[in-house]
């Protein structure tokens, strides 16, 4: 596990432009965040809060090996409405009599695209131009069907079909260098759940009680979770307790390991 969370905050830390806060904010639970390889044209037409400006044409141009990210924020009949992420700088470029936007690695200026709106034909996003992000911080429901616990309580380790609703949260890398395949590695650091449980407890004589129905909270999970064709799959382990006059329960905070399955109704 801590090598899991290790890897987390480092690929959390690290990206191509040094964007730290707006790398964060593209990949922090947003499904509608992507990234361009291709230039395209917007047209400017209000500000963050709505306030209506000039309209004005641009064109987002990624530098050659690079990509911009952006994030779709709504749509109006055919068209798509866009937000840009900052640190990307309008300029007007004369050999052209264009206004391109580009990334910046300086501080933004009172030239910050991100500060605007923009629209643009749906049927113009062409692939290029919507990419899914390679790493995206998300949150994932999934179901344990059994545990296994390998604690002795008198009969050996033992597996229980014990079902777990839970929801996790990780980091998810994406699989393939080819951009529109959408497999992935979810690196789960947390995840909690509630789920049914046969209570019992150790007695006095060291004997246990027999075993009633319960309900624990699994309160912590983690773990490693595959996406392939939109099936979410995973090993996972995780600690339960059981609350109130339950709370001396014979597993009370031990660990115990299951997979995890869910379904990805949505692609990116």
């Known amino acids: 596990m801590k090598q899991i969370l290790l890897t987390f905050f480092t690929v959390l830390t690290v990206n ?6 707006p790398y964060l904010r593209a990949i922090t639970f947003n499904s509608n965040v992507y990234r361009t390889i291709d230039e395209f044209k917007l047209t400017k037409f209000s500000e963050l809060n709505g306030k209506p400006v000039a309209t004005e044409e641009v064109i987002l ?3 050659t090996g690079k990509s911009i990210r952006y994030k779709i924020v709504g749509i109006d009949g055919d068209y798509t409405i866009i937000k840009l992420l900052p640190r990307l700088q309008q300029s007007f470029e004369s050999s052209t009599k264009l206004n391109l936007i580009q990334v910046v690695d300086d501080a933004p200026s009172v030239d910050d695209a991100s500060k605007f709106l923009y ?12 990419i899914v992000l390679s790493e995206k911080i998300i949150g994932t429901p999934l179901i344990f069907p059994f545990k296994l616990r390998t604690q002795d309580r008198g009969d050996g380790a033992t ?29 789960v650091p947390y ?28 309160y912590y999970t983690g773990g490693l979770m595959l996406t392939s064709n939109k ?3 995973g090993l996972f382990a995780g600690k339960d307790a059981m609350i109130d006059k339950q709370n001396n329960w014979a597993y009370q905070g031990q660990w115990w390991f299951s997979f995890g399955l869910g379904f990805k109704f949505k692609a990116d």
């Open 231 to 233: 099936i979410n799959f």
């Open 16 to 21: 191509s432009y040094g964007q730290v806060l």
């Open 159 to 187: 597996i229980s079909t014990e079902f777990t609703v839970g929801y996790t949260f990780g980091l998810r890398l994406k699989l393939s260098k080819q951009p529109y395949k959408q497999n992935f590695l979810t690196l």
């Open 61 to 63: 141009k990624p530098k």
């Open 191 to 218: 995840g909690f759940g509630l789920g049914s449980s046969k209570y019992f407890y150790k007695k006095d004589d060291g004997s246990y009680s027999s075993k009633t129905d319960g309900v624990a909270v699994s």
């Open 119 to 130: 629209f643009v034909k749906t049927k113009d996003i062409l692939p290029n131009r919507k």
